[in-house]
């Protein structure tokens, strides 16, 4: 089978050739960077192809609809983990498409609040509803058992992650 263009690289090509258990802390982390690329890459077409919005329009609602009440701006920034100028340009482009709408904060006028219309509450329900289902579709063939296991030992992998973390540097 011929590889298509827009098929993901598999990044455990770097370590084929290594003897099993050799460098197995750098095959993990191949392994699960390969996965979330394959998940990220197959959900930004899903989004694209079938709703004309891109990955971070759709993250950027998700977190106004965990947050009715809107987000500052800043916040928003922080809650993605990009620029204030990236959630700037998201944030007029899905005003344009009136799913959201900027106003003043009540407390300090000064600042600008973002939040969903009802017209983003709606599309975003279909939005979540047909991510869900992808997601449900790309992991049909684990089994709750195995899905149950690798939850407890992503945590605990989580876990030693952020224990090792140079902070600040």
């Known amino acids: 089978m011929e590889k298509a263009k827009d098929d993901p690289v598999d ?11 050799h460098k197995s802390e750098l095959r993990l982390w191949l392994r699960l960077l390969s996965t979330v690329n394959m998940i990220t890459q197959e959900i930004r077409q899903r989004l694209r192809a079938e709703f004309a ?12 609809d965990r947050a009715r009440e809107g987000l500052r701006m ?3 920034s922080k809650r993605m983990m990009v620029s204030n100028g990236n959630v700037t340009g998201l ?18 006028r000064r600042v600008i609040v973002a939040k969903l219309t009802p017209l983003g509450i709606a599309k975003f329900r279909i939005y979540s509803k047909a991510h869900e289902g992808w997601l449900a579709d790309m992991f049909a063939d684990v089994d709750p058992v195995t899905a149950k296991a690798l939850m ?18």
């Open 11 to 21: 990044l455990e090509i770097i370590v084929r050739d290594e003897p099993a258990g």
């Open 152 to 169: 407890k030992h992503m945590a605990t992998m989580k876990g030693s992650v952020a224990a090792h973390l140079t902070r600040g540097a």
């Open 91 to 108: 944030i007029e482009r899905l005003e344009t498409d009136k799913l959201i709408v900027r106003d003043f904060d009540p407390v300090d």
């Open 74 to 76: 800043g916040d928003l």
């Open 53 to 64: 919005i891109t990955l971070p329009q759709f993250d950027l609602l998700a977190q106004l």
